[in-house]
């Protein structure tokens, strides 16, 4: 207890990060404040804020939003357009070569793609908010104001683009300002927001008369034993060995170093887990609504057909998905220009088989227990009879994300306090970040 106080009189003590947290902390609560402002011509009593339960996508966008999807919020949308906007310009500078060299400019050709994000988040949020009005009208038509209806579409439209835009820019500011990754803090943040609640009805419902304390201690132990779990899922690493050849210019020595190229064994990321669901909610569109046998089985996570199909999502398109980012040739000629040979390995093609086939090996076991992460929140749901929107954050996307944006921000405070020369946050080792090559971190 005392090496914590002490840690955080050091955090404290140092101005530039003090600056970084408040400002942090400024945004998130703007942020909030925001998420509770419901739209012009909606009456927020009649709103049904359960809705989007078990509903698929829906459901994913309620939950990256903090809830404010289902209040009918002026960041209903919250940062998902931006997300969609980067992640196909992520997979564009993949696959298109006009993309490839604007990535390879540096700062210039960063600043082209994040102007065309930025151009493309727009047009998707304006996308985004007309389906919202029409899923507004269908499902909440009795909590709309009968006098502002012939306003409603433009108006909602209007203040949603400016929603989502104005999160847009805080996300770049606590990137610019602040502390960590302003897009996943914010994520973050909306899925954290729900913890209370959920936290609470779970307490309340285990320490009813009919229900059993000693059940809910054990549910946080198993989550406590989760969360570590994933931390070593997502730090998990191949350490590969590379050399350095020696080079004498003058009197002095270059190189002749011995590192390690670390093969992450989750390069994916969460990114599989929100391709899968988004998948798995595809089926549901042909029932139209309707609660047949296909819609139940496609939403209902504990049945035992969707964790079956959804962990056979998940694994292929994290081998899909870690084939896109990860190019074993581009790291093969790195090395060979930096005069670096893998012991054993000849450089050149060699080398990017070599890189190459270890990235399969280790991509397999990490898309496993990737998939096995995706199904732990039903898997929970049956073992512990616990609701549904407790049982979200023993796996899936929420715990990956919280994980490992909190990893990050962690690392970076860790970095601030070895620079002055304070000591780390812990005893022994240091914190490490999930290390995402993409500027999209999730």
């Known amino acids: 207890m005392k090496k914590l106080i002490q840690t955080l009189k050091n955090i404290w003590s140092i101005e ?18 925001g998420s509770h402002i419901v739209l012009p011509g909606i009456d927020p009593i009649k709103m049904d804020q359960n809705t989007t339960e078990g509903n698929g996508i829906l459901d994913l966008i309620n939950t990256f939003a903090g809830g404010a999807f289902n209040m009918a919020s002026i960041f209903a949308l919250g940062i998902m357009p931006y997300i969609s906007a980067s992640i196909f310009m992520q997979l564009m500078t993949v696959l298109v070569p006009k993309f490839q060299k604007m990535q390879k400019e540096g700062d210039s050709g960063r600043k082209k793609i994040n102007q065309m994000t ?78 209370p609640q959920a936290f609470t009805q ?50 002095r020595q270059f190189g002749g170093a011995r590192q390690f190229l670390p093969l992450k064994v989750n390069s994916a990321g969460v990114m599989p887990i929100i391709f899968a669901q988004a998948i798995m909610f595809l089926p549901t569109l042909f029932t139209l609504g309707k609660a047949t046998e296909l819609s139940r089985m496609f939403t209902d996570h504990r049945n035992l057909w969707y964790m079956l199909i959804y962990s056979v999502v998940v694994i292929g398109f994290t081998f899909l998905y870690t084939a896109l980012i990860f190019n074993p040739k581009q790291i093969a000629e790195n090395l060979k220009q930096n005069n670096g040979f893998i012991p054993g390995v000849k450089p050149g093609q060699p080398t990017a088989d070599y890189i190459g086939t270890v990235m399969d090996r280790i991509t397999l076991p990490g898309a496993i227990l990737l998939a096995f992460v995706g199904i732990l929140p039903g898997i929970i749901q049956i073992i512990f009879d616990m609701s549904q929107a407790f049982s979200t954050f023993f796996g899936g996307t929420s715990l990956l994300i919280m994980v490992g944006v909190i990893l990050d921000t962690l690392q970076q405070i860790e970095t601030q306090l070895l620079m002055r020369q304070y000591d780390g946050l812990m005893k022994s080792g240091r914190i490490q970040g999930r290390q995402t090559p993409s500027a999209v971190q999730y």
């Not at 530039?16 to 404040?33: A, G, H, N, Q």
């Not at 419902?205 to 969360?227: C, D, H, T, Y």
């Open 202 to 251: 779970e307490l309340v419902a285990k320490s009813s008369p009919s229900g059993q304390i000693l059940l809910f201690i054990i549910e946080i132990v198993v989550l406590i034993a989760i969360i570590m779990g994933c931390i070593l899922l997502i730090q998990g690493v191949r350490k590969v060995p590379v050399n350095y050849a020696k080079q004498i210019v003058g009197n």
């Open 16 to 33: 530039e990060l003090r600056s970084k947290i408040l400002f942090t902390l400024m945004m998130i609560v703007v942020y909030r404040i």
């Open 118 to 195: 930025r151009y493309l988040t727009v047009a998707v949020t304006i996308l985004q908010a007309s389906a919202y009005v029409t899923y507004l009208n269908q499902t909440h038509g009795t909590a709309m104001i009968e006098s502002f209806k012939g306003y409603f579409w433009i108006s909602t439209v209007v203040i949603l683009t400016a929603g989502t835009l104005f999160v847009m820019w805080m996300g770049e500011k606590i990137t610019d300002k602040g502390l960590g990754n302003g897009t996943s803090l914010i994520i973050m943040i909306g899925i954290l927001a729900r913890l």
